[in-house]
């Protein structure tokens, strides 16, 4: 390692508290930065994600954690303890591959037993918990079976069993659900996310799939080019994402680009088009009066435009220019007088009616929705 | 059901296609069937002239002579040592070419391997003499730095070091490719859970590879066993083997049948050895049900 940078936070951390900490970890490839000075720590028993587009140092971090990857600078330690110059084989981590990696020569019992034997335990110590990890995924009728003979989501119990009967201090799961179909995936995500929270290990789970962070995760971290562009709880990355990166990232969210209009002791007005809307707080600072803004399709509301919503007045007043169905809901594209595009999604209740396309209607923006972002 | 434009399968159109295929094994199979004929046949003594009647003779006389078996045991024996030889060097070269992250050390494995495949088996045959004779290049440095000489061509160590040479590509080629069907991941997956290197690879790269093990032997063994050029130049005509002998007997004794008997013998002796080891392969196969199919 050089010049390793001082680590982020005071010397004498409490290590109870924290599974994992990560600090200034960077790691280059050739002149391209897959790490760019990351810094995080996860508590104990949680689940954190790493999102982001592939190729954003995601995976890199957790090869890293799992001694895969040499960082060029940082520092790695799994429950207080240094971990950065270990040997893949000497840390207490588990990883579940992409691919499972099952090893097609061994049976399902002998896969789970070879972290076990590696750890040279009594033959009676290893069986019984075998036994245990495969009740745990339910497989025991599948224990002699070849991992070839196996359906997709019993090839992943399986490595499964085998990550979590060495008992690690860490689970790292490398976009373990990319190889299931839908249904299998969402009822695999479930079903992972109740033993994590069951067994209370520690994990990092690195996906590329919003959909799967949200569901799974205590903690997102949003990557973006090898840095964390926010690390939240889900529900307040897909309320209020921190960057355009994120909120476009997350999915489905309106973006929209403002002027700062007016502003005073309790809050601002921004421009956007012909309509205006008030935000609490303060505007933020140091800008060239250029405000970007996110709302959720869900969070916005539609009005019948009456006569008085012509094209002059102020407002976010426009026409349906495409509709479809969602199942429970329905989603709606609107041209705003001015051009812009906002998408809207309403729940469908059996009095809702269905807007023709071209109707012109009028916007209700909720400020408590609208996610001022930064970069 | 016939699909409207498309042939039902086994239809005659089909046929065709092998054809050429046939015409390519008919040919050798005829050439075989020459020999084979020729083998039962004996030679007027002084001429060049084949006649009849058929009979076994030739056989009984080959298989007759001490020195035939020996030989034939003998290049049964080299053939077996090159494999083995074969197997230690050209294993962890393969292996290093299918597992390291440069592409510029994969590539100059390569490139030299290739090299060696395509460059003429004479010249290399010299190559060799000037690098290993009394006053070559490995002596010239051994007495220079005041060490004894050491006999390297027109004995065993010559031949040897030659066919290592010479077989090495068959060898790591083959087995290169069975290497890289067997996922890093899976290596990574074994130091994960707490084998160190060297168990990974004991414990699960090579029980993988044994099947493409066995496929780069076969083929080593049998390329081996054919051995001509370098038992000759390099082992400076006391070294022969069953190639050899084959020669000698159609240009020093002018015995074509007899000649031809011996490479019919041979040739089965060879097939034999070299369906043991295919047979062996299909039980290595069968042993693990996964390979070729996705894990």
């Known amino acids: 390692m050089r010049d390793e940078p001082a680590p982020k936070s005071e010397p004498g951390r409490i290590a109870g508290g924290r599974a994992l900490w990560i600090g200034g970890l960077i790691k280059s490839y050739g002149p391209h930065r897959a790490v760019d000075d990351v810094s995080f720590e996860v508590p104990t028993g949680s689940l954190m994600t790493l999102l982001g587009p592939s190729g954003c140092g995601k995976t890199t971090i957790l090869r890293a954690i799992a001694g895969f990857v040499a960082p060029d600078a940082g520092r790695i330690e799994v429950g207080g303890v240094d971990i950065t110059g270990l040997p893949p084989e000497r840390r207490q981590t588990a990883m579940l591959f992409q691919n499972y990696a099952l090893f097609p020569h061994m049976t399902v019992t002998q896969n789970v037993a070879f972290g076990l034997r590696m750890r040279h335990l009594p033959r009676d110590e290893i069986a019984s918990r075998v036994e245990a990890a495969l009740a745990l995924v339910r497989l025991e009728a599948f224990a002699a079976r070849y991992p070839a003979e196996l359906s997709g989501g019993q090839q992943q119990r399986a490595a499964l069993a085998r990550a979590l009967v060495i008992e690690p201090q860490l689970l790292l799961l490398d976009e373990p659900f990319g190889a299931l179909d839908q249904n299998l995936r969402e009822a695999m995500q479930v079903e992972l996310r109740k033993l994590q929270q069951r067994l209370g290990i520690t994990t990092i789970l690195v996906t590329h799939d919003q959909q799967e962070a949200l569901i799974l995760s205590d903690l997102i971290a949003v990557m973006n080019a090898g840095k964390i562009e926010q690390l939240a709880p889900p529900i307040e990355v897909y309320d209020h994402p921190a960057t355009r990166f994120v909120a476009g990232f997350m999915g489905a969210a309106n973006l929209m680009t403002g002027t700062l209009v007016a502003r005073d002791a309790t809050g601002f007005t921004v421009g956007i088009g012909a309509g205006t809307l008030r935000l609490p707080g303060a505007p933020p600072a140091g800008d060239n009066g250029e405000i970007a803004l996110a709302v959720r399709p869900e969070a916005i509301g539609l009005d019948t435009a009456t006569g008085a919503d012509n094209d002059d007045t102020d407002g976010f007043v426009g026409a349906v220019s495409f509709r479809t169905n969602l199942g429970s809901r329905l989603l709606y594209e609107i041209e705003l007088t001015g051009g812009l595009k906002l998408n809207v999604e309403e729940q469908r209740q059996d009095k809702t009616r269905v807007r023709a396309l071209g109707e012109r209607v009028r916007l209700r923006l909720d400020p408590h929705h609208c996610t001022v972002l930064r970069g | ?295």
């Open chain 2, 1 to 295: 059901m016939t699909i409207a434009g498309y042939p039902a399968r086994g239809s005659s159109d089909g046929r065709w296609l092998a054809l050429p295929a046939l015409a390519v094994l008919g040919l050798f199979f005829t050439a075989f069937a020459v020999f084979a004929i020729v083998s039962l046949l004996h030679n007027v003594s002084g001429t060049a002239s084949i006649v009849g009647p058929p009979s076994l003779d030739n056989y009984r006389a080959v298989v007759g002579l001490k020195l035939n078996r020996d030989i034939t045991l003998d290049t049964l024996w080299l053939a077996l040592q090159l494999t083995g030889l074969c197997i230690l060097i050209g294993y962890p070269l393969a292996y290093l070419m299918a597992r390291t992250p440069s592409r510029t050390l994969r590539n100059l494995i390569l490139f030299a391997l290739i090299v060696t495949f395509l460059s003429g088996g004479v010249t290399r045959a010299y190559a060799w003499l000037i690098i290993l004779g009394n006053t070559g290049l490995v002596n010239t440095l051994l007495k220079t730095a005041g060490l004894t000489p050491l006999p390297l061509v027109h004995n065993r160590t010559g031949v040897i070091i030659s066919l290592v040479h010479f077989l090495l590509p068959f060898f790591t080629l083959t087995l290169f490719g069975g290497l890289k069907t067997v996922p890093a991941s899976l290596e990574e997956a074994a130091r994960n859970l707490g084998a160190t290197r060297l168990r990974s690879f004991v414990a699960v790269t090579l029980p993988l590879s044994v099947p493409a093990l066995i496929a780069a032997s076969t083929l080593t063994y049998a390329v081996a066993l054919s051995s001509f050029l370098f038992p000759d130049l390099l082992g400076g005509g006391r070294n022969p083997m069953a190639a050899n002998l084959i020669y000698q007997k159609i240009l020093d004794a002018f015995d074509i049948p007899a000649a031809a008997a011996m490479a019919v013998l041979f040739l089965l002796i060879a097939l034999a050895c070299v369906g043991v080891l295919g047979q062996l392969e299909r039980l290595v196969q069968r042993r693990f049900p996964t390979t070729g199919r996705r894990a």
